[in-house]
């Protein structure tokens, strides 16, 4: 069982950056791949960037540009940097995990096989 922690979440204001960080109980390379999502209240969850074993990433359209989302292999922890944080990136932020073996798509959370405890962020004023 891969565990996932997550951190950095907090209240920023519009304009502001972020860094979360999700550390995984085993080696990333035992991983296949990454991912973060958001879930607002009223809202469905919604993919924010991928990270493949290979180390391609992929965003969200609402957040291409802004948002990075990058992995220290020797930490075991990948990272989503924040910019330009807007009121509507409130969301609890929740980061994800693949088995090695599992070949499903990157982009539906029904393809992630571990789930972090999330992270809340807050963009306000």
């Known amino acids: 069982q891969v565990q996932l922690v997550e951190s950095g979440g907090g209240l920023v204001q519009p304009g502001g950056s972020l860094r979360l960080s999700c550390t995984a109980s085993?080696?990333?390379?035992?991983?296949?791949?990454m991912g973060w999502y958001r879930h607002a209240p009223g809202q469905e969850r919604e993919l924010v960037a991928i990270?493949?074993?290979?180390?391609?990433?992929d965003y969200g359209d609402s957040v291409k540009g802004r948002f990075t989302i990058s992995r220290d292999n020797a930490k075991d922890t990948v990272y989503l940097q924040m910019n330009s944080l807007k009121p509507e990136d409130t969301a609890v932020y929740y980061c994800?995990?693949?088995?090695?073996?599992?070949?499903?798509?990157?982009?539906?959370?029904?393809?992630?096989?571990?789930w972090g405890q999330g992270t809340q962020v807050t963009v306000s004023s």
């Open positions: 990270i493949r074993s290979a180390g391609t990433t």
């Open positions: 994800a995990a693949r088995r090695r073996e599992n070949t499903s798509s990157y982009y539906y959370a029904s393809g992630y096989d571990y």
């Open positions: 085993v080696s990333i390379f035992s991983i296949n791949g």
